[in-house]
């Protein structure tokens, strides 16, 4: 009886792959009719709420998911190139500069006079603290 050379190894050896591609295929090549099956494991108050928004629009649990997975996978496609630069222009009245931004900045982060005035009257103290005054 003759020794019998596994299949796997000798597919591997021919085309110059890996064992991990082969069953990485063999898991994708158990879905059906381009859908698979899985189980996530979500916060309640998540569920919830995406269960409300198919309620809502009329639609299956499975296809608001996706859409909402695709609409995430998407945005993460476009957040993932190049960053959009600030326009920096010079105030005609003052002379200033003047940086325009993509995105507004919040309420907190929004550089008023007042915050400005904290912030260098912060920093002078803590010079003065380091100065030993």
């Excluded at 959009?84 to 003052?94: F, I, Q, R, S």
Aim: glycine share 8%; hydrophobic share 40%; with cysteine.
């Amino acid at each position: 009886m003759g020794y019998v050379t596994p299949v796997l190894p000798l597919i591997c050896f021919i085309s110059n792959c890996s064992l991990s591609a082969l069953r990485l295929d063999r898991k994708l090549g158990n879905q059906e009719n381009g859908r698979m099956k899985t189980t996530l494991d979500l916060p309640d108050g998540l569920v919830k709420e995406v269960k409300l928004r198919a309620v809502h629009e009329g639609r299956k649990l499975k296809d608001e998911v996706a859409d909402l997975l695709r609409k995430g996978l998407a945005v993460a496609a476009d957040s993932a190139g190049e960053p959009e630069l600030p326009v920096v222009t010079k105030d005609k009245k003052t002379g200033l500069p003047v940086i325009k931004c993509k995105h507004a900045a919040s309420s907190r982060e929004e550089l008023t006079p007042e915050r400005v005035a904290d912030i260098l009257q912060a920093q002078e103290v803590e010079w003065q603290h380091g100065a030993g005054r």
